[in-house]
């Protein structure tokens, strides 16, 4: 008897340890769409991942249940998976909602406004949009697309104040959430974006979401190319303290890695854009590295990594930003 309820008291931890992780939110762009191969998903892709999320018991949820879960700080499923689409092109409205419909999974797609309203051949309609609120969310992408990290304060809040009018005008709809053009943004852009009253902002930097994730910081992963998708369901979030770098250095020379984490283990590994990942010994729970690194890119990220546990930080040019 004794040996049962031991026995029993075991599976329930794990089914407990097990239950309540991290989450994931993905992002799409194209579907079925041969011509831009590292932004598409084909459709034999696509319903692939929708089987390994049913047969794997991952639950599809709104944008909007993950994030009024970590608003009341409630613990997360990790099993909860979240499905994003930037850029409303037309081929999601081809090739991509029918399977979303023949599945049941909720969406959110965030609009490009001015693509819409600028009737672009590859892009969707307002008629398009008002058809598909039937079937998930619409959010906001932004007016022009534009670079935020290279546009004034001023240039910002025009862009936007016009995005959101058309978007409210056309939809009926006040959009909750935001998305970065192209992933990009620096302290002095998510200041500004988060004047607008978004309730959240989505990143695209790899990893997953917790309930004490930074709700203006939610980390998105791309389903776009090839992609391995059971690696990235398997990462979790690693509470960390970025100490340096918090920016790009003005002479793009990345000198330091140092990153406070609550972890006991000695082992870590990190990643820089350009140069791949490196393992490297952890001293209680601190990253500190000196690694004079030059950083080529207009668009750099560095990562840090413990076991499945990543945290990321996108270091980019940012004209009118300080250093």
């Known amino acids: 008897m004794h040996q049962s309820v031991s026995k029993f008291f075991f599976l329930s931890l794990l089914s407990a340890i097990t239950l309540w992780a991290d989450a994931h939110i993905f992002v799409y762009h194209r579907f079925g769409d041969g011509r831009y191969p590292s932004t598409n998903t084909t459709k ?4 692939k991942e ?8 991952y639950k599809v949820v709104p944008l909007e249940t993950l994030v009024n879960a970590i608003k009341q700080k409630k613990m997360i499923p990790g099993n909860w998976v979240v499905l994003t ?12 909602l029918e399977i979303f419909k023949k599945y049941h999974y909720p969406f959110s797609l965030f609009v490009y406004i001015k693509a819409t309203q600028k009737h672009y051949p590859d892009y969707l309609s307002w008629k398009q949009l008002n058809e598909i609120k039937k079937y998930g969310a619409l959010e906001f992408h932004s007016y022009a697309h534009g670079h935020l990290t290279l546009m004034s304060q001023r240039e910002i809040e025009a862009d936007f104040k016009k995005g959101m009018q058309l978007f409210e005008k056309h939809l009926h709809l006040k959009p909750k959430y935001f998305s970065y053009p192209y992933g990009e943004f620096t302290p002095r852009v998510k200041s500004i974006v988060k004047s607008f009253g978004f309730e959240a902002i989505i990143n695209q930097n790899i990893g997953a979401v917790s309930k004490d994730s930074d709700i203006f910081d939610l980390d998105r992963s791309a389903l776009v190319g090839k992609t ?28 330091v890695i140092k990153v406070k984490t609550n972890s006991t283990i000695s082992k870590g590994s990190i990643y820089i854009s350009e140069y791949g990942w490196e393992n490297v010994t952890i001293k209680n729970g601190l990253f ?12 750099n990220r560095v990562i840090v990594k413990i076991g499945n546990k990543i945290s990321t930080k996108l270091l980019i040019k940012d004209l009118y930003g300080t250093r």
């Open 85 to 96: 689409i930037d850029d409303n092109f037309k081929s999601f409205y081809e090739n991509g």
């Open 228 to 255: 391995n998708l059971p690696y990235l369901l398997k990462l979790r979030t690693l509470k960390a303290t970025w100490i340096e770098p918090k920016v790009l250095p003005k002479d793009k020379i990345l000198k």
């Open 288 to 299: 500190d590295l000196r690694v004079n690194k030059a950083l080529t890119l207009e668009r």
């Open 44 to 47: 034999s892709e696509l319903i």
């Open 50 to 57: 929708f089987k390994y999320f049913k047969n794997h018991n």
